[in-house]
C-alpha cells in the first residue's frame, strides 16, 4: 500500500512558476513509476508527466512542450514536478500517482495509487 500527498499547489501569475511535491509512504518508493495528472473543471483527467523508478526515464504530455520538468529523489519518497512559464490554461487540479513497475505509464488507468490533488491557480 502506498499513500501519496501532493503540496505545493497555489496562485501564481502567468508567467510564474511553482514546484510541486508528492511525498510518499512505504519503504519501496523505488521500485514504482511516478505520474503527474491534472484535472480542470469540466475536464477530464489527463496525463502531464512520468518518471520511472531508476529517474532516467521520463514522459511528458505534448503541452508540457518544455516547461515543465519531473524528477524524484527516492531518499526522501518525493517525486516534484517543476512547472515554469505557467498560463491560464495550466488551470487544474493536480494529482500525483504511483504504479509498482518497470514501465513509464501516460494512461492513468495504469496507476493504482493517487494523491487528494493540489489545487493550481493560473492568474492572467
Known amino acids: 500500500q502506498v499513500q501519496l500527498v501532493e503540496s505545493g499547489g497555489g496562485l501564481v501569475q502567468a508567467g510564474g512558476s511553482l514546484r510541486l511535491s508528492c511525498a510518499a509512504s512505504?519503504?519501496?518508493?523505488?521500485?514504482?513509476?511516478m505520474g503527474w495528472f491534472r484535472q480542470a473543471p469540466g475536464k477530464e483527467r489527463e496525463f502531464v508527466a512520468a518518471?520511472?523508478?531508476?529517474?532516467?526515464?521520463?514522459n511528458y504530455a505534448d503541452f508540457v512542450q518544455g516547461r515543465f520538468a519531473i524528477s524524484r529523489d527516492n531518499a526522501k519518497n518525493t517525486v516534484y514536478l517543476q512547472m515554469n512559464s505557467l498560463n491560464p490554461e495550466d488551470t487544474a487540479v493536480y494529482y500525483c500517482?504511483?504504479?509498482?513497475?518497470?514501465?513509464?505509464?501516460?494512461?492513468?488507468?495504469?496507476?493504482?495509487?493517487w494523491g487528494q490533488g493540489t489545487q493550481v491557480t493560473v492568474s492572467s
Open positions: 518518471i520511472g523508478w531508476s529517474n532516467g526515464r521520463t
Open positions: 500517482a504511483a504504479v509498482r513497475s518497470s514501465m513509464v505509464p501516460v494512461n492513468s488507468r495504469q496507476y493504482d495509487y
Open positions: 512505504g519503504r519501496t518508493f523505488s521500485t514504482y513509476a
